[in-house]
């Protein structure tokens, strides 16, 4: 498969350098990492390891971005650029790594080439070309487009869903077609709502929602997610997503959530793509959020004093 990494930070250099094992892989990424990739090829340690040579570059050509998949892998917030700059190519098919609802943003612009993703593996950028793999996860594609969607969850996923998810496999990388993602998106969301949130605000890794007020503050957040799913019409019953914040907490308990990161360096968090997101999503539908408002408001009185507003 021909296919362009947009947005190569951490989790796109590492699913990127992987996919370069037997796919002609290009990887849009900032300089210095897209300059030493392109010299030098990308490096990835810790729990995996491989030295590929992807192409990278900072400016994607229109040839560039006509290929067969594009997969975005931006901070939420950066995901409009994405929509736009890939409106601008060809690719095939696009499928956003992201966490958040990046979805519906590129399928206004790339319409039902738009597949729906999620990755739990763990990927921290070391320096320029090296990537470290700190949790070796799995990814998940689908469908996303509503008339695209089997109403029978438990039918077989798309083909082009599969051939994606096969185009994966092949380089190692533990990837499954899931013919139910609206149901994978929704629980992820209230995985991240409930541990991102409260592990930036109180500083402390995932594990410490193991028990105490902080793993209840967690379900409280994740249980208004699944009433939000719900009332969009995906089956998310409230005992899956606590269930799901439980299960990631105790396998991830030693590490610092991206929202702990960012808080922690300055850098500006993806709380309006997920806390933000239920929050307007239950207001569009009636469901009341105060968790999950609580905890945005909170966040972004952070960043609004950040960067000086
Ligand atoms: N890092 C991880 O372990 C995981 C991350 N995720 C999600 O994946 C997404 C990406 O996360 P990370 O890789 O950690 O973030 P990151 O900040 O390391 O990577 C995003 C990269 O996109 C680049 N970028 C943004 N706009 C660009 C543009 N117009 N042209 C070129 N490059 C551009 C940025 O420079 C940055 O390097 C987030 O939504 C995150 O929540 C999901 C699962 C695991
Ligand atoms: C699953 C979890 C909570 C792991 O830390 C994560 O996705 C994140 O930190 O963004």
């Known amino acids: 498969m021909d296919i362009v990494v947009f947005g190569a930070g951490a989790l796109g250099s590492l699913v990127g350098g ?5 796919h002609q892989v290009t990887l849009v990424a900032r300089d210095p990492h897209a300059r030493r990739v392109a010299g030098q090829g990308l490096r990835v340690v810790g ?14 050509t229109h040839e560039d971005l ?16 994405a929509a736009e700059v890939l409106a601008a190519g060809d690719p095939d098919l696009v499928c956003s790594l992201s966490n958040g609802l990046c ?7 790339l319409g039902d080439r738009v597949l729906a993703g999620s ?54 990388l533990d990837c499954t077609a899931d013919p139910a993602m609206p149901r994978r998106r929704w ?25 105490g007020p902080g793993r209840e503050v967690a379900r409280r957040a994740a249980r208004e997610t699944a009433r939000v799913a719900r009332a969009e019409g995906v089956d998310l019953p409230d005992e899956r997503a606590v269930d799901a914040v439980d299960t990631v907490v105790a396998e991830t308990a030693a590490n610092r959530s991206s929202m702990r990161r960012d808080v922690e360096s300055g850098n500006r968090t993806e709380v309006d793509a997920i806390n933000g997101a239920v929050v307007d999503r239950g207001r569009d539908r ?6 999950n408002r609580t905890m945005a408001d909170l966040l972004r009185t952070w960043e609004r004093n950040r960067i000086g507003e």
């Open 18 to 22: 992987l996919l370069a094992r037997e």
């Open 47 to 60: 729990e995996l390891d491989a030295h590929t040579r992807p192409r990278a570059t900072t400016e994607p």
């Open 66 to 81: 006509s290929c067969d998949l594009a997969l975005v892998t931006v901070k939420a917030y950066d995901t409009e650029v």
């Open 103 to 109: 979805e519906g943003t590129l399928a206004e612009r």
């Open 119 to 172: 990755a739990t593996y763990g990927a921290e950028l070391v320096g320029p070309g090296e990537v470290r793999c700190t949790g070796v996860g799995r990814i998940h594609v689908g469908e996303f487009a509503d008339d695209r969607l089997d109403s029978d969850e438990d039918d077989a996923a798309s083909d082009r869903a599969e051939r994606v998810a096969a185009a994966f496999r092949e380089c190692g």
């Open 187 to 211: 629980e992820k969301l209230a995985v991240n709502a409930g541990i991102n949130a409260v592990t930036a605000l109180a500083r402390v890794p995932n594990g410490a929602l193991a028990d």
């Open 286 to 291: 009636g469901v009341d959020t105060p968790t």
